[in-house]
């Protein structure tokens, strides 16, 4: 089994890793603007993906999953509306797919996604004129499981955070969590979404640490451990309560940009300038 398994490994893209027997995740690929991760878990009968990716993205991703399963991708689960992780949605569709994610996901999709589809002014392999937007046809409130004996995997809402209806697949027997943008390992932080919520971020960022994860797919950057969701949490919790503490005592948004210390949060708070626009963006959010 070990040798089987290793020969079918090197077979594969290196982009794509094999986490546990039938769970995959294939890494962005920043350089073709596929900038986020993907995950797919092959069932007894069918496969379900874990992000969607931009069309272009989903175009390069299905002939990965079909080097790894010649079973029907059943499911696509996006994590939560932002483009780069659910643009690509129809080229599941059109391969087969049925679009899973959150009641509040959805509603964000129907809401905020055809502004952001019709003013994209991507061009040449990245351009979305020949794809369609496609919102997703199977919303599930709070949890939905799907488990048939081989493997289990949760989908669970625990958003408001990055945006309203995040959610996280989690695999309790291989104690594997793919977080979508809730934790990222990587410089950064995006609240630039209108309703991100960075106290609930931090709620939600306790609660998925409190479970016993050996894995972490992070929406962006590298494979981690339960330490990147630790990390990305203190990063977070004390970008606010620096921010809080400035409000309070009158500072502006541009004396805190310029005062906030958080490079010692690696590898979250390494860049000054996504430093910078998080801090003002939190400002924003707590001063209202
Ligand atoms: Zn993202």
Known sequence: ??????????????????????????????????IANTGW?????????????????????????????DKPIRFVFDTHYHADHAFGDSVFVDAGATIVCSQE????????????????????????????LEHPQISFQGRMVLDDGTHRVELIRVGPGHTIGDSVAWLPKERILF???????????????????PDGWVRALDDLAMRPVAIVIPGHGAQGT????????????????????????GASAEELAGEIQLTQHKPWGENENSNKVSIRA???????
């Open 226 to 249: 339960a330490d990147a969701i630790r990390g990305d949490r203190d990063y977070l919790a004390d970008m606010i309560q620096q921010v809080r503490s400035g409000i309070a005592r």
């Open 282 to 288: 939190i400002y924003a959010k707590l001063k209202k």
């Open 105 to 132: 996901c959805t509603a964000e999709s129907l809401r905020k996604n055809p502004d952001q589809w019709n003013n994209d002014k991507g061009t040449g392999d990245y351009s979305l004129k020949p794809y369609r």
């Open 179 to 197: 977080t979508g943008d809730l934790v990222v390992n990587r410089p950064g932080n995006n609240l630039a979404d209108p309703d991100a919520d």
């Open 41 to 69: 878990v092959v069932f007894r009968d069918y496969v379900l993906v874990i992000d969607a990716n931009y069309p272009w993205g989903a175009r390069a991703i299905l002939p990965d999953i079909k080097k790894t399963t």
């Open 1 to 34: 089994m070990v040798a089987a398994f290793r020969r079918d490994a090197a077979s594969q893209s290196s982009l794509v890793h094999e986490l546990a027997p039938g769970v995959y995740f294939r890494e962005a690929e920043p350089a073709k603007r596929i």
